[in-house]
Structure formats: C-alpha cells, structure tokens
C-alpha cells in the first residue's frame, strides 16, 4: 500500500522528503513508518500521527492511499 509521509523541516527525516509517498505492507501501523523513518529517539513520546487531517493514536493501522502527518509539537521558553 502507498501512504504519504508528509512533516515540518525542523525533523530532518534522512533520504525522505516530505510528501514522499512509501510503499508499506497491508496492516502496516503510524507506529510501524516512524520506526522505518528513523524515529526513534526520545522524542517519539512526542510525535503525534496525523493521518488525514485527524489526530491519530501510534497503533492507527494506516489504509491505502492515506496521508500522515508527522507533527513533532515544539516547546521551550
């Protein structure tokens, strides 16, 4: 299946560009792409999966034709 890997410049995803579209296996999880993504550092706890413009748990299994949206909020002060 293809999905669309989409996310803000700040995340630095080596040798994928945003709007990239992937080839996953059926059944394949948000979780599943940030780990194929490299995205495993701390900071996961953070990550919020946005699969066609709607908040996502980790565990979404993804269809199809999906888009996600790899949104790392930024915080600091």
Same mark, same amino acid.
């Given at each position: 299946?293809?999905?669309?890997?989409?996310?803000?410049?700040?995340?630095?995803?080596?040798?994928?560009?945003?709007?990239?579209?992937? @080839?996953?296996?059926?059944?394949?999880?948000?979780?599943?792409?940030? %780990? +194929? &993504?490299?995205?495993?550092? $701390?900071?996961?706890?953070?990550?919020?999966?946005?699969?066609?413009? @709607?908040?996502?748990?980790?565990?979404?299994?993804?269809?199809?034709? %999906? +888009? &996600?949206?790899?949104?790392? $909020?930024?915080?600091?002060?």
């Amino acid at each position: 299946m293809h999905i669309t890997v989409e996310y803000l410049g700040f995340l630095n995803i080596e040798g994928v560009k945003s709007g990239t579209i992937l @080839e996953f296996p059926e059944g394949t999880s948000a979780a599943s792409v940030l %780990d +194929r &993504l490299g995205l495993i550092g $701390p900071y996961r706890k953070y990550i919020i999966p946005i699969v066609n413009n @709607e908040r996502s748990p980790h565990e979404r299994v993804l269809k199809d034709g %999906d +888009r &996600l949206f790899i949104y790392l $909020p930024v915080g600091g002060g």
